[in-house]
């Protein structure tokens, strides 16, 4: 007996079967739930470098290099946290000793 047909308009199983406007769709309602944040993130930033350069009074080159290096600890030290928290085992779960901690 042959497989039973799929039905026409079966929704899709996960967003990597999606196609055309309705992936375009989802990928910009994901990218807009970010924006906020995004865009707060970001105008702190700027303001921290005016801060830098007009406040506290560090040469722009300066200022810039302050911002690089915190940019970089986060690039080594996020994916070396992130793993230790995958491997964390206790009866509270993964999360909440890092959370706590």
């Known amino acids: 007996m042959p497989p039973a047909p799929q039905a026409i308009n079966a929704a899709p199983s996960d967003a990597a079967d999606l196609r055309g406007l309705s992936r375009l769709r989802l990928l910009l309602a994901y990218g807009l739930g970010d924006a906020g944040t995004g865009m707060a993130a970001s105008l702190i930033g700027f303001y921290l470098f005016i801060f830098y350069t007009a406040a ?9 290099l302050v911002l690089m290096l915190a940019r970089l600890w986060d690039a080594i030290n996020d994916p070396i946290v992130g793993w230790l928290s995958d491997k964390t085992r206790t009866p509270w779960g993964p999360r909440l000793p890092w ?3």
């Open 99 to 101: 959370l706590v901690g």
């Open 56 to 64: 506290a009074g560090l040469p722009a080159w300066m200022a810039g």
